[in-house]
């Protein structure tokens, strides 16, 4: 497994933006597929956006799809969410999540995942 710490959270309005980033350690970075999830209170953890190890090919939940952007820098070992046009539903802890590339689980849900970082809190002001 891979440690994660994700960084960049905070309080933004209502369609502001904001760019999450989550820092890797280890030195095989570039073979996991590296997804954003978040969780709000009383919710339970989604899927919002997923980019496979070679970084050719990006996923995004229903919810976020032209609103948001998730990169890599295999170099640097971080993986980034830019956060575009918030709204009220999106407030939550975001969490990063690391596995193995090529896994055949389900990359849209949380079990399909095998390391997770501490997450980092978004508030959107209305």
């Known amino acids: 497994q891979v440690q994660l710490v994700e960084s960049g959270g905070g309080l933004v309005q209502a369609g502001g933006s904001l760019r999450l980033s989550c820092a890797a350690s280890g030195r095989t970075f570039s073979t996991y597929d590296m997804g954003w999830f978040r969780q709000a209170p009383g919710k339970e953890r989604e899927f919002a956006a997923r980019?496979?190890?070679?970084?050719?090919?990006?996923y995004y939940a229903d919810s976020v799809n032209g609103r948001f952007i998730i990169s890599r820098d295999n170099d640097n070992n971080r993986v980034n969410l830019q956060m575009n046009s918030l709204k009220p539903e999106d407030p939550a802890v975001y969490y990063c999540a690391a596995r193995r590339g090529l896994d055949r689980r389900d990359g849209t849900r949380p079990y399909g995942y095998d390391s997770w970082g501490q997450g980092t809190q978004v508030t959107v002001s209305s």
């Open positions: 980019i496979t190890w070679s970084g050719a090919s990006t």
